[in-house]
């Protein structure tokens, strides 16, 4: 599936205070994707004797390691987030210049394009997940079903 940026217009019209909350928006996402982080390794780590066994080993190694890709991302967009908010402060306090504002919307605009395309992309991963783990549970439940020779 390809990853589209939107042009969306409704930011020429956004004002600094609608930016500021967008902002803040975004910090939250981010911080809860960080919790969840921390959340499906722990499970992942919880079931590890049934991903063994199901033969799901290497699928969930792969996961693992896209979950560490994840958190590098989600470190490099926090930083990029953090900083365009201490820059829209700035820009409050030099209204004087308007060609700082259409930068400032720009960055704004493909900032919100690169969050949305990393939430995207976290939500395939846990998706993932979830399937992954509840093959190996069902897996094992099955093995505990079935009728020992």
């Not at 599936?1 to 939250?28: G, V």
């Not at 987030?81 to 201490?86: F, I, P, T």
């Not at 969050?115 to 439940?141: G, N």
Request: aromatic share 10%.
């Amino acid at each position: 599936m390809e990853n589209k940026a939107h042009n969306y217009r409704y930011i020429e019209w956004k004002s600094p205070d609608e930016m500021h909350f967008s902002a803040l928006q975004w910090k939250s996402e981010l911080n809860f994707i960080k919790d969840e982080h921390r959340f499906f390794e722990g499970m992942l780590r919880e079931y590890t004797m049934p991903i063994i066994e199901s033969q799901l080993f290497a699928v969930v190694r792969e996961l693992i390691q896209q979950i560490d890709y994840s958190r590098g991302e989600l470190r490099e967009i926090e930083d990029k987030v953090n900083d365009h908010s201490n820059r829209l402060q700035r820009l409050l306090e030099d209204i004087d210049e308007p060609k700082e504002g259409r930068i400032y919307r720009d960055e704004h605009k493909n900032l919100l394009n690169e969050v949305m395309r990393f939430s995207r992309e976290y939500k395939r991963l846990k998706k993932d997940i979830f399937e992954a783990v509840t093959k190996a549970l069902k897996q094992q439940k099955q093995k505990r079903l079935l009728p020992k020779e």
